[in-house]
């Protein structure tokens, strides 16, 4: 198949889910790049189709013929307003996200990162990379967080998406039900409590919330969690990206000592 109008129906979907960041009527996910392909395939989504152009199919063959999925070539010309960043490699992937449970995010001993409302996609990004590179179990976007389907998102956490378990669109009753019924010990991270991350026992089973770049953690989580601070100097609050990692890392380097 070659596609050669920007106005194809299947590319004009593509378009809007890529710009809207959200995933395609079927549920797809927009994946651009080499980089972001290669990572796919090593990882637990469903690499479904393809795009590129004949230059990307020739200079990528070896990459697509292990990615193992349809592949639709797109003129030069189609591509460029496919795409959604600035500089198009043109290579485009539609991924199908794995399902994850509840218990499989709570496998082991539990680290579990939960974002409440982190809107910015570089933000939330970052915090999924922190979370695969700090041995976390699993991450929970409460609704309002970024979605996964966003471009900018994907590309921050450099592939670290696609292998990490998560659930998207969670509600607050809904994680509070599930902490109230297991053993899990929530902390928050917030700039003003009493509590030091130094303190906090992060060898158990945890969730760890980090909030919106505003406004924090809502009230209902901070009800019902632990907040936990960390010590600064000369600011207030850090980037909700920076805590997350700071306080993933303590985490880390208290359950490799004991």
């Known amino acids: 198949m070659q596609l050669t109008s920007s106005r194809n129906p299947l590319l004009q979907s593509i378009r809007r889910a890529a710009a809207m960041g959200r995933p395609t ?120 967080s970024a979605r996964i389907a966003n471009g900018k998102l994907l590309r921050a956490t450099a592939g670290s998406i696609f292998l990490m378990p998560f659930l998207e669109g969670v509600t607050v009753p809904e994680l509070t039900h599930q902490i109230r019924s297991t053993d899990l010990k929530m902390y928050a991270l917030t700039s003003m409590a009493a509590m030091t991350i130094r303190e906090a026992d992060l060898t158990s089973a945890c969730v760890l919330v980090v909030g919106n770049e505003g406004a924090g953690v809502c009230k209902e989580l901070l009800a019902e969690a632990q907040s936990l601070s960390i010590p600064t100097r000369g600011v207030e609050s850090l980037n909700a990206a920076i805590a997350c990692s700071i306080g993933l890392y303590a985490a880390s380097e208290r359950r490799r000592k004991r």
């Open 25 to 144: 009527e079927d549920g797809l996910v927009v994946a651009e790049g080499p980089h972001l392909l290669e990572e796919a395939c090593r990882g637990q989504w469903h690499v479904e189709r393809i795009f590129v152009t004949a230059e990307a199919r020739s200079r990528y063959q070896t990459l697509l013929q292990r990615a193992a999925a349809e592949i639709v070539e797109v003129s030069a010309r189609a591509f460029g307003p496919t795409a959604a960043t600035k500089t198009p490699q043109e290579v485009l992937a539609l991924l199908r996200p794995r399902k994850w449970t509840w218990l499989e995010l709570r496998r082991e001993v539990p680290l579990i990162v939960v974002l409440d409302r982190v809107q910015d996609p570089g933000n939330a990004g970052a915090i999924v990379r922190s979370a695969h590179a700090f041995g976390a179990t699993g991450i929970v976007f409460l609704e309002g």
